[in-house]
Each structure stands twice: as structure tokens, then as C-alpha cells.
Antibody, heavy 119, light 108 residues
Framework: EVQLVESGGGLVQPGGSLRLSCAASGFTFSSYEMNWVRQAPGKGLEWVSYISSSGSTIYYADSVKGRFTISRDNAKNSLYLQMNSLRAEDTAVYYC????????????WGQGTLVTVSS | SYVLTQPPSVSVAPGQTARITCGGNNIGSKSVHWYQQKPGQAPVLVVYDDSDRPSGIPERFSGSNSGNTATLTISRVEAGDEADYYCQVWDSSSDHYVFGTGTKVTVL
């Protein structure tokens, strides 16, 4: 059974940093692209970042480019999101989601971790 | 950037058919995927590649895509179908995933 479990969320002050993790199990992690998607309270889904199976290709949404860094450790079956210079508008539930190419399907999602940016 | 537009809400009586549209420039040339999200839960893929269903998704969920509009159709709507629905595509011109604005389906 495919499982994605996010962790690392919490309350952080504006300008602060946070590192999210996503532990994957039930599939060959190193064979799949991975993504982070977020959802602000009461709002819709917003894609944040993509990383290829090897980690060689990375994309970011314009809203986080230069502040967030996606990475993965295939040996540990883990996905990460380093978030720096956090802003109030980054407050959201952050989901990790498995990607299926070439059509960019997000076929499995974790339950999410809440990040709150507030003073 | 590529924009996907959905109606904010759709209301439907039990047993009837709900149709949720997703508008985008020449969206018919892209593969469209649909997600269902119930309150407090993570999204679930219900239709991929315009009209295919993942295993475990009822045949009542179907999709189509042509021209500037993709459509998710839910036949014989049940109370359990009440949720938010999002369309999604890959925009190759920007290397971005793009989500639609979302549609809340209410079962009357």
C-alpha cells in the first residue's frame, strides 16, 4: 500500500525557516517524481514544487522560487522541502504527492502538514 | 501563465447528474486530471488523462476534454459525492503544474 507521511509543520515567525519531510513507503520511491502542493485555509490547491526521480530536474512555482528548496534522499525514501524567508501567505497545509509522467498525474497524496506563519 | 477556470459551485439532487467544467485555452490539447477533496481530507485522484479512472473509482465518474473545456461528469450522484473538485494540467510552456479554481459540489 502506497503511503506518504508528511512531518515538520508548525508555527514559525515571518522571515523564519522550516523544513518539511515526507516519508514514502509501499512503492519504489526512486522510480517516481514527487511534488509538494499546498492549500491555504479555505482556499484551493496550489502546486509548489516538483523533483524528478533522480533529483536532477526541479521546478518551482513563481510564488516560492528563491525561497524554497525541494530535495530527496532515495536511500531513505524521503522527500524534503526547505522553506526560508517565510511569509504570512505561506500559511497552508502542505501535501506531498507522487507524480506519474508524462502526463503529470498526482496519483497518491499524503495527509498533509500544517505550516502557520505568524508573529 | 496558464489559467484553469471552474464554476465555484454546482448543486445537484441525489440520483441526478452533475457536470463540472474546467476552462482553459486550448485545453483539449492537454491531458486533464480531476481530484476530489472532502473536508479535512487530502485530495484523491478520480479521473486522469481526460477520461480514465483509477482502480477503485466508481464508473459513475467520467470525463471528457475538447476545445477549450474539460468536463467531469458524476452520474447518479450520491450524498457521499459532496466535495470540492479540482482539475489539473501540466503547462509545458512554464514547466508548472496548474490547478483549476475548484468547484464545490453540493448534493441537495
Amino acid at each position: 500500500e502506497v503511503q506518504l507521511v508528511e512531518s515538520g509543520g508548525g508555527l514559525v515567525q515571518p522571515g523564519g525557516s522550516l523544513r518539511l519531510s515526507c516519508a514514502a513507503s509501499g512503492f519504489t520511491f526512486s522510480s517516481y517524481e514527487m511534488n509538494w502542493v499546498r492549500q491555504a485555509p479555505g482556499k484551493g490547491l496550489e502546486w509548489v514544487s516538483y523533483i524528478s526521480s533522480s533529483g536532477s530536474t526541479i521546478y518551482y512555482a513563481d510564488s516560492v522560487k528563491g525561497r524554497f528548496t525541494i530535495s530527496r534522499d532515495n536511500a531513505k525514501n524521503s522527500l524534503y522541502l526547505q522553506m526560508n524567508s517565510l511569509r504570512a501567505e505561506d500559511t497552508a497545509v502542505y501535501y506531498c504527492a507522487r507524480g506519474v509522467v508524462p502526463a503529470a498525474i498526482l496519483d497518491y497524496w499524503g495527509q498533509g502538514t500544517l505550516v502557520t506563519v505568524s508573529s | 501563465s496558464y489559467v484553469l477556470t471552474q464554476p465555484p459551485s454546482v448543486s445537484v439532487a441525489p440520483g441526478q447528474t452533475a457536470r463540472i467544467t474546467c476552462g482553459g485555452n486550448n485545453i483539449g490539447s492537454k491531458s486533464v486530471h480531476w481530484y476530489q477533496q472532502k473536508p479535512g481530507q487530502a485530495p484523491v485522484l478520480v479521473v486522469y488523462d481526460d477520461s480514465d479512472r483509477p482502480s477503485g473509482i466508481p464508473e459513475r465518474f467520467s470525463g471528457s476534454n475538447s476545445g477549450n473545456t474539460a468536463t467531469l461528469t458524476i452520474s447518479r450522484v450520491e450524498a457521499g459525492d459532496e466535495a470540492d473538485y479540482y482539475c489539473q494540467v501540466w503547462d509545458s510552456s512554464s514547466d508548472h503544474y496548474v490547478f483549476g479554481t475548484g468547484t464545490k459540489v453540493t448534493v441537495l
